[in-house]
């Protein structure tokens, strides 16, 4: 049995849509990003976007989160495992890519906030470190 046929803990309704449309968002994201699609990447951001990397300030804004992922570092991939979702909020787990370093990935964590109209409004990431 899966979620959807057991009707005494799932009623569909706007807020389990929106929160569909945003799993599907974060992974286009990953995929407009890995392509280097910046326009379609910012398609899909809130306008009041706000982006929490690990040791940088918040980047507020479509713009400056995508100077924020793309600006800073080479092109990267996403290998991601895992996103789920629940109430507004989507959670992506994965392996951040860099070629060329020999293995040196990063394993990520992003938690997602998803606004009323399924746009991407928050993401924070955190990484992997050895104890």
């Known amino acids: 049995m ?3 046929d057991d009707t005494s803990t799932w009623s569909p309704g706007p807020a389990d849509l929106v929160t569909a449309a945003g799993i599907d968002h974060v992974r286009l994201v990953y995929d407009y990003l890995d392509a280097g699609d910046l326009d379609s990447c910012a398609s ?3 306008d009041g976007v706000v982006l929490e990397l690990p040791g ?9 989160v995508l100077h924020t992922c793309c600006g800073r570092t080479p092109r990267v991939r996403h290998e991601i495992d895992r996103v789920v979702g629940q109430d507004r909020g989507v959670v992506a787990t994965g392996r951040r890519v860099v070629p060329g370093t020999g293995g040196q990935d990063l394993r990520f964590v992003d938690l997602f906030t ?8 928050a993401c924070t990431r955190y990484y ?4």
């Open 56 to 64: 940088l300030p918040p980047a507020r804004g479509r713009a400056a």
């Open 114 to 121: 998803i606004a009323d109209d399924g746009m991407i409004l």
């Open 128 to 131: 992997h470190v050895a104890p």
């Open 44 to 46: 899909l951001l809130h």
């Open 2 to 4: 899966n979620r959807q």
